[in-house]
């Protein structure tokens, strides 16, 4: 049987793929894997740069540039694999491979109204952010479309537990329009986990959602807007966490012979053993038999 040989861009398309597929994370460690099957250092390098720029722009990637945390994501994009940060005003490039800044420039940010409110939105969104996530970092952006200026907030939060063979990640987006008296925030929460050991399991939930916001003054807006961000994260997971608990139950049965009822009650073996006046003597025959007993208080 003839082995088929891949043409060089059907094995850049193929590397860049694959790469994109790297669950939050694990970017790092899928380029390690590919590198030791491609064995081209120059390719590899080309298409790690152009993934890690994406996967960057999908994961929103944290960074921290003196002092301050900056998100990575495609609304601080300029180009040329370029990112930019308001509150530095600077542009750089990120390289994934390495965690680190490169080609680090000056960035100009228009000083206006909306750059005020910017910064008050972002203010009372780290107030939510560090109350709720325990590593969380957040950012707000703007940005204007046909002379309409809007404002996007970023949040993002992240447990790699690479170790224990499990990652997590948390985030979403939230945009409104900068407009008088009334604005409809559009928002999107997105939740994944990968656990690996002794088995290959992927979890992705999202949500997109639609509400409105009424206009008073800056400080209101912000403050509206954030509770609003909490009420719906939280509504949000409540309703993973019941979701999960119900598959959990659901393969439970399915593993079970038979059904056995499912308490959910801490189960006081000392009391249980203190009752029924068990004394474990070293002898095998006893010892099964007081777990049987144990077995049958159980079911």
């Known amino acids: 049987m003839s082995r088929s040989v891949l043409s060089r861009k059907e094995k850049e398309k193929a590397i860049r793929r694959l790469l994109i597929q790297a669950p939050p994370g694990e970017f790092v460690n899928a380029f390690d894997d590919l590198c030791l099957l491609i064995r081209d250092e120059k390719l590899m390098h080309y298409q790690g740069e152009c993934a890690g720029h994406q996967h960057c722009q999908k994961y929103y990637v944290p960074l921290c540039i003196d002092g301050n945390p900056v998100l990575l994501s495609h609304h601080n994009v300029v180009g040329d694999f370029r990112f930019f940060d308001c509150h530095s005003k600077l542009s750089f490039k990120f390289d994934l491979l390495q965690n680190q800044l490169k080609d680090i420039k000056t960035h100009g940010i228009i000083r206006n109204e909306t750059e ?3 910064n008050v939105v972002l203010c009372a969104l780290k107030l939510y952010v560090n109350d709720h996530y325990p590593t969380g970092n957040c950012n ?6 046909k002379k309409k200026e809007f404002l996007i907030a970023c949040i993002e939060d992240h447990c790699y537990e690479t170790g224990n063979f499990w990652n997590g990640l948390w985030k979403s987006k939230w945009i409104f329009q900068v407009h008088p008296f ?3 925030v559009t928002g999107r929460i997105f939740v994944q986990a990968h656990y690996f050991k002794n088995v290959n399991l992927h979890i992705e939930i999202s949500k997109d959602l639609k509400e409105s916001l009424e206009i008073v003054n800056q400080a209101q807006l912000a403050l509206s807007f954030a509770r609003l961000v909490e009420e719906q994260e939280n ?4 309703s993973v966490l019941e979701e999960l608990q119900e598959l959990s139950n659901e393969a439970l049965r399915k593993i079970l012979r038979r059904d056995l009822p499912v308490t959910r009650t801490l189960i006081d073996w000392q009391r249980i053993l203190s009752d029924l006046n068990l004394v474990m003597y070293p002898k095998l025959g006893y010892v099964i038999y007081s777990r049987s007993v144990l077995c049958n208080w159980i079911i």
């Open 116 to 118: 005020y409110l910017r």
């Open 182 to 184: 009334l604005t409809q």
């Open 140 to 145: 707000v952006l703007r940005k204007s479309v």
């Open 235 to 238: 509504k949000f997971q409540a």
